[in-house]
């Protein structure tokens, strides 16, 4: 083998074992993933889905806002505290609490519009 083909030989190498990360790395990649595999598929049958802002693993608190059919909607609390908390905290034991950082009262459609007897 000459010199020059030893040479294009390990760039090939280093080519191939200089790939980025895999971003399914880290506890809020895990959480994001089990989210989308396992969560959003259900909750797109309403028209929603949910998404991970922020997971810390030190404290154990989960960040998420909902979207879609689920922005606004007046079970909205239910789903996150009955059904998505109860299955992340089953998947990862050391989520302590999901708290929904979604504002309800904004979007195209919420169902959601605020106190309505308020200024009565």
Known sequence: MSEDEKIEQSDAV???TTEAPSPATGFQAKVTEFVENMINPSLASHGGWVEVSSANEETG???MKMGGGCH???ASSATMQYG???A???EFP???EVVDITDHATGENP???GNP???I
């Open 94 to 96: 050391q989520i302590a």
């Open 84 to 86: 998505i908390q109860t």
């Open 88 to 90: 992340l905290m089953e």
């Open 111 to 113: 169902f959601y519009m």
């Open 117 to 119: 007897f308020a200024g």
């Open 72 to 74: 606004g909607c007046g």
């Open 14 to 16: 280093e080519e191939t």
């Open 61 to 63: 608190i989960i960040e």
